[in-house]
């Protein structure tokens, strides 16, 4: 097939996966057409926040396991958990920043004196904020947050990114306090999402599929991996996207899931393989494409074909009470009755089925040999096994997909074919 040709087809498939996609998106009216000339416009001024009442909630549940574990606080350094409970979004530094979620009454917050009024500008819960001078110690404010709610020994739970200067501050000023993981606690509330999560996640993975589509369109001769990145890049963020990423992988490069030093440049021929998302109001997408400029060959089409039949085995193989483990055992043994593998070995998967997503792009738990923890409603997770061969080039198709309490769901449909390889929203 000629790139000229290509190119025709190409359009015509976007116009029919174009289809579905408008109707899903509110206020959306007359926007395909700007985004189809090039002239992209934000998808996400409807996107609604998590509200107050739903933090309430979380934090709730987090008392109500803290309590069933015996973790008498929660101590958590800024990151994804401390936006999840708080909305505070903030860096780490040498400078202690930290909320203390109690087992019983109310968060408080630890900030630099000088950062307080910042920080107060992303709290949407709690009013209780300790502030401490450069000469000071920090952690004698952990330490007055837990006595004022009486608590003088017990279990501090810390999520699993703290680092070690807090662990050994607690230890210090708070000698009464035993160290432990709050993982039970936080991977208990975040690894379950609600509705309104899923919302986000969803609508930034429409944002992702329509900058895939806005670039595909846009693919030529010589262009380089980061003028490919560059496009996709603008693209999410033009469409709404905050904090976007782009991977773009071209020819023998795209055997190494993640890359590699050695640049190239498209070809006729050439396979691209694409993985990308962006974030809105915290909550992530991920996805992954596979093309062929101009016309693939057999054994494209043949690895291209095999990954998408893996990606359903996956998919169909994550129903609710199913160990997560699981789905990854049911790829491998498909790969290995094709010839691929086995096991983690190439050519084949080298990496797991799949990882958890929500407010982190990788987050617990993971499509993986050994993972144990059954499949519940609610539970996010990318699906992507992708094969590799060194030397010659790898194929990854990945969507997203989230656990309902009748199965799993896709936040974006796969692709149908490698002639129409951009598949849909909704």
Not at 352 to 368: K, L, Q, S, Y
């Amino acid at each position: 097939m000629s790139s000229g040709r290509r190119q025709f087809l190409k359009r015509a498939g976007l116009a029919v996966a174009a289809g579905s996609a408008v109707s899903v998106l509110p206020g959306q009216s007359g926007a395909m057409d700007k985004r189809s000339a090039g002239m992209l416009s934000s998808m996400v001024d409807d996107a609604v926040p998590i509200s107050v009442k739903e933090r309430v909630a979380r934090i709730n549940r987090a008392q109500a396991l803290m309590r069933k574990h015996a973790i008498d606080a929660v101590l958590l350094e800024p990151g994804a958990a401390m936006e999840y409970f708080t909305g505070i979004r903030w860096w780490r530094s040498e400078r202690l920043v930290a909320v203390v979620i109690p087992r019983t009454g109310d968060l408080a917050v630890v900030t630099p004196f000088f950062e307080e009024p910042s920080v107060r500008e992303s709290m949407t819960i709690g009013d209780d904020v300790r502030t401490w001078h450069e000469h000071e110690d920090p952690f004698e404010r952990v330490k007055g947050i837990l006595n004022d709610r009486g608590l003088r020994s017990g279990v501090i739970g810390l999520e699993a990114t703290v680092r070690y200067f807090v662990v050994d501050g607690l230890r210090r000023s708070a000698s009464g306090f035993a160290v432990d993981s709050a993982l039970p606690v936080t991977l208990g509330c975040r690894m379950y999402k609600t509705p309104a999560e899923i919302a986000l996640m969803k609508m930034a993975s429409e944002v992702t599929w329509h900058a895939y589509r806005h670039v595909y369109d846009q693919l030529d001769k010589g262009m380089s991996h980061e003028d490919v990145k560059s496009l996709m890049t603008s693209a999410q963020t033009e469409l709404g996207g905050s904090r976007p990423w782009s991977m773009a992988l071209f020819g023998p490069a795209s055997a190494y899931p993640h890359g590699t030093g050695q640049s190239y440049e498209i070809a006729e021929g050439s396979l691209i393989l694409m993985d990308c998302g962006c974030a809105v109001h915290g909550y992530q997408s991920d996805i992954s494409r596979t093309f062929v400029f101009g016309e693939p060959s057999k054994r494209q089409r043949e690895v291209w074909n095999t990954v998408r039949k893996g990606q359903q085995v996956a998919f169909d193989a994550a129903s609710v009470g199913t160990p997560a483990g699981k789905v990854d055992d049911a790829v491998r043994a498909y790969y290995e009755s094709v010839g691929y593998g086995p096991d983690y070995k190439t050519p084949g998967l080298s990496h797991r089925t799949g990882h958890g997503i929500g407010m982190e792009g990788h987050e617990p738990i993971n499509f993986v040999r050994g993972e144990k923890t059954p499949l519940a409603p609610g539970m996010c997770l990318s699906n992507e096994p992708g094969i590799y061969i060194f030397g010659e080039f790898g194929v990854r198709i990945e969507d997203c997909l989230y656990i309902t309490k009748d199965g799993p769901r896709w936040f974006t449909t796969p692709p149908v074919s490698l002639d129409e390889p951009l598949g849909g929203v909704g």
